[in-house]
């Protein structure tokens, strides 16, 4: 059974050399009021060996290279093209919380041996992997094993007692940041950093690129559960951090889309009182949006959600469906489709099975659940909507035509319209998921196809466990949320 996440274990230096930990000298020079210590971390999944080790395979035999043909090659962030459990973390950071006079764990760096503070612990081991390509992905192997590294940490700390979290992301090398840095500031999006001896560890964020598509990029996190006390009697522990994703995963992936549906004018004025008449207007795009408000900052350590503060909707006409100021992922029609018997086809020629698809996926922080509006007009409250787009030639720009809702099998314990998107769980509208390395077309591969219409909700199956889910065509019924046999039981969302 794979389990959601990575354990960062932290083991004591002594038992790998096989003495007692009076005979452990430490050398170095100490700064005054501080202590070193010394932290040998091994981060692997529930104690497992890491990979390598006599009896496990080389960490070869759990990465794979794109072909670049069925699975495009693309360096992270990674890309959500499926369902798929693959990870490219190519950093990951440990932070330490040092417990104030009141109680509450506060951001503190630890000094280093030469007497200089640290932001935080990297642990380097994750980017070896890129060795093989830039392009490489995690995928477990047959074993369905977690990327596993050794790391020591040196560090002088005050006394007092500590927790740690780790933070992991695949962004290392991106210019342009979707997730905030705690270690860096940024004026456009007002990012403030943390400061040290104020930021709680429960009250830590990490925000979202406020952009019209609040797309974010793979994130995981987890902090120790028992604390580590300074006090000079030993100066080597054993802790252990179970991470998980901190964000939610969404897939698109739909076929046969209409070319044209009606709306008004944008345009057009109404003050004669006169209803004009519905006018056709092609489809140039589809989105998922998340109604209403939506949050652009998670509470890291806990991977909670947090109210939404961002608008959503644009109301910029009686007439028609607003237009929405933000979403979650967006996928254009593309220029070489081409039109027939009123659907768009060829929208994807190298999907061999659904060539009249469009496939598109993207992480997203956590959301809380929607709340139903008193009112009695439609207020575009719902949890997820699909919308389409079109394209208006004398306003130079694009205008929400449909808003569909996207509507939660009732057998996961939430209203079917008012459901949270909770961080490590994956939401597709759409199947498609590939062999455990993506050497072959997709095992599932099952578009929604929208060619039925466009007034009828469409219908998923939150997917727990990262792997599996439910999309099936406009109206149609969703299984319980409980796992269908032939699935089987494969938690995920570990690293």
Request: net charge negative; charged share 20%.
């Amino acid at each position: 059974m794979r389990y959601a996440g990575i354990f960062i274990i932290s083991t004591l230096l002594v038992l790998a050399v096989g003495c007692s930990c009076g005979d452990v000298s430490v050398e170095s020079m100490v700064q005054p009021g501080l202590q070193k210590v010394e932290v040998h971390f091994d981060l692997n999944t529930n104690g497992d060996l890491p990979a390598g080790n006599d009896g496990f395979p080389q960490v070869e035999d759990m990465t794979f290279v794109p072909d670049g043909t069925l699975l495009p090659q693309s360096e992270p962030p990674r890309m959500v093209l499926s369902s798929n459990n693959w990870q490219q973390v190519n950093d990951v950071r440990i932070y330490v919380f040092r417990k104030n006079e009141v109680g509450d764990f506060v951001y503190y760096k630890p000094t280093t041996e030469d007497g200089l503070k640290q932001d935080y612990l990297s642990v380097d081991d994750f980017t070896l992997k890129f060795a093989q390509s830039p392009y490489v992905v995690w995928w477990g192997g047959t074993q369905d094993l977690n990327e596993s590294h050794s790391y020591v940490g040196q560090m002088q700390l005050e006394t007092g007692e500590y927790t740690f979290l780790a933070v992991a992301r695949d962004d290392a090398k991106s210019e342009v940041k979707r997730i905030s840095d705690p270690n860096q500031s940024d004026a456009r999006y007002q990012w403030p950093i943390w400061t040290e001896g104020e930021t709680q560890l429960l009250d830590a964020v990490l925000y979202c690129a406020d952009e019209k598509v609040m797309v974010a990029t793979e994130l995981f996190s987890g902090y120790t559960a028992q604390t580590v006390v300074v006090d000079g009697t030993t100066s080597h522990f054993y802790r252990s951090i179970f991470l998980e994703r901190a964000v939610a995963g969404i897939l698109l992936y739909v076929e046969n889309i209409p070319t044209v549906l009606q709306a008004y004018d944008p345009d057009e004025e109404l003050a004669t009182g006169i209803i004009p008449m519905p006018i056709d207007y092609k489809v140039v795009g589809l989105g998922v949006v998340q109604g209403v408000v939506l949050s652009d900052q998670v509470l890291i350590a806990d991977r909670k959600a947090l109210d939404g503060r961002l608008n959503v909707p644009l109301y910029n006409h009686p007439l028609n469906p607003p237009t929405p100021e933000r979403m979650l992922l967006k996928i254009d029609i593309p220029e070489h489709a081409t039109i027939r018997n009123g659907i768009y086809e060829g929208t994807s020629p190298d999907n061999e099975r659904h060539p009249n698809s469009l496939c598109a996926g993207s992480f997203v922080m956590p959301q809380l659940a929607n709340k139903a509006s008193s009112s009695d007009h439609e207020s575009y409250d719902k949890s997820l909507y699909l919308v389409f787009y079109g394209y208006d030639e004398s306003l130079g720009q694009e205008f929400a035509l449909a808003w569909v809702p996207i509507r939660l099998n009732a057998g996961a314990g939430y209203d079917s319209h008012y459901y949270p998107l909770e961080a490590n769980h994956f939401y597709s509208i759409g199947r498609r998921c590939y062999t455990g390395n993506g050497e072959d077309f997709p095992e599932e591969d099952e578009p929604i196809d929208l060619q039925k219409g466009t007034t009828a909700d469409i219908e998923i199956k939150i997917d727990p466990f990262w792997n599996e889910y439910y999309g099936g065509e406009i109206g149609d019924p969703a299984p319980g949320l409980g796992l269908d046999p032939e699935w089987g039981d494969h938690p995920a969302g570990n690293l």
